[in-house]
């Protein structure tokens, strides 16, 4: 079955930028989306195929995908994207998530 | 606004059947073309696919979960359901009903209900 690897912690100091990797085979063949998770709170689509962002997502928030990776950058690092995030991506018609990064804001 | 309500038992009992319903807040499901989706996290855990349906009844379901999962819908209450049989300790999470238009790789999860929690113990 299809994987996808995310580093487990992401830490970023604030203002900094920030880069969330996302590794599956031939994953740029895809299409990679991301989605912001809080503590508590419902997953929320941050970046979909690839780089498009959805209305009111910041323009912080930009996605690349090439070759066997995908990376969600967040530029700029507020103390609100203190979150986890996960990646996804599609093989035949099954839904594939990373296994998430937290990223830490400090 | 759409909106997505999941509802059910939050306690079930090893070996029984965990069923759960998501309520979506439009007019008419049949006539808007998406998929629903369910999924689930265990406490401190990542996201799972259980499986999706759209409004005709076509279903997709994982396939380490299609022997033990039935997804409908019912277009005339805007509801889509979720049952899982046999359940365990391991079946123990947050489920989310979410939205995405299709099953191809330009598809996302653009809206999310709040989930709700389902415990599997005696």
């Known amino acids: 079955s299809y994987e996808l690897t995310q580093p487990p912690s992401v830490s970023v100091s604030p203002g900094q930028t920030a880069s969330i990797t996302c590794s599956g085979d031939k994953l740029g063949d895809k299409y990679a989306c991301w989605y912001q998770q809080k503590p508590g709170q419902s997953p929320v689509l941050v970046i979909y195929?690839?780089?498009k962002r959805p209305s009111g997502i910041p323009e912080r928030f930009s996605g690349s995908n090439s070759g066997n990776t995908a990376a969600l950058t967040i530029s700029g690092t507020q103390a609100m994207d203190e979150a986890e995030y996960y990646c996804q991506a599609w093989d035949t018609s099954t839904p594939v998530f990373g296994g998430g990064t937290k990223l830490t804001v400090l | 606004q759409v909106q997505l309500q999941e509802s059910g038992p939050g306690l079930v009992k090893p070996s029984e059947t965990l069923s759960l319903t998501c309520s979506v807040s439009v007019d008419s499901i049949s006539r808007i073309s998406y998929f629903w989706g369910w999924i689930r996290q265990p406490p401190g855990k990542g996201l799972e696919w259980i499986g999706s349906?759209?409004?005709?009844?076509?279903?997709y379901y994982s396939a380490s979960l299609k022997s033990r999962v039935t997804i409908s819908v019912d277009t005339s209450k805007n509801q889509i359901s979720l049952r899982l049989s046999s359940v365990t300790a391991a079946d123990t999470a947050v489920y989310y009903c979410a939205r995405h238009e299709g099953v191809s790789s330009d598809s996302s999860f653009d809206l999310w209900g709040r989930g709700t929690l389902v415990t599997v113990s005696s």
């Open positions: 195929e690839d780089s």
């Open positions: 349906i759209f409004y005709s009844g076509s279903t």
